[in-house]
Structure formats: C-alpha cells, structure tokens
C-alpha cells in the first residue's frame, strides 16, 4: 500500500506526453512500417520500452514541428 503523505504531487504541465504506436502513426501520417522502417534508419524517434508489451515515444509533436519546418525542395523524395 502507498502512503499517500509521502506521495509527490506529478506537475502533468511539465511531464512529456507519452504517445502509443496509433496515437504516433496518427499525428505524424506515417504508417506502422513506415514509422519502424525510418527508426531502423535513425530518420525517426526511438520508442521507450514501458514493460514488454508496450512502448511509448515522446517528442513525437516536436518532430513534427522540424519536419514541418524543412523547406519541400530540401527534403528527399520518397521511394
């Protein structure tokens, strides 16, 4: 049992916004190969193992941001 007296109060408006696969393939477009395919190529985020059966990413919004922010001619065409 936890004793609440010693529990420290979570800030949630400082905690990073833990995102599982779907909530990643949604905000980035990327599908789930995708997604795997450009971590294998260290062109995407790695996940966080949580336990054995999940996985997490963080900073998935600011990556975006980055990627939003490069100009269409310098980014590579797709294959």
């Known amino acids: 049992m936890i004793d609440q007296s010693t529990t420290v109060p979570i800030n949630l408006d400082i905690m990073p916004h833990l995102l599982r696969l779907s909530e990643v393939k949604h905000a980035t477009g990327l599908s789930h190969s995708a997604i795997y395919a450009m971590m294998e190529a ?3 985020l790695r996940q966080c193992e949580v336990s054995l059966a999940i996985a997490v990413w963080t900073e998935v919004i600011a990556w975006v941001q980055v990627v939003l922010a ?3 001619d310098a980014k590579p065409i797709a294959a």
Do not use: V
Request: aromatic share 16%; charged share 15%; no cysteine.
């Open 42 to 44: 260290a062109k995407f």
């Open 70 to 72: 490069i100009p269409a």
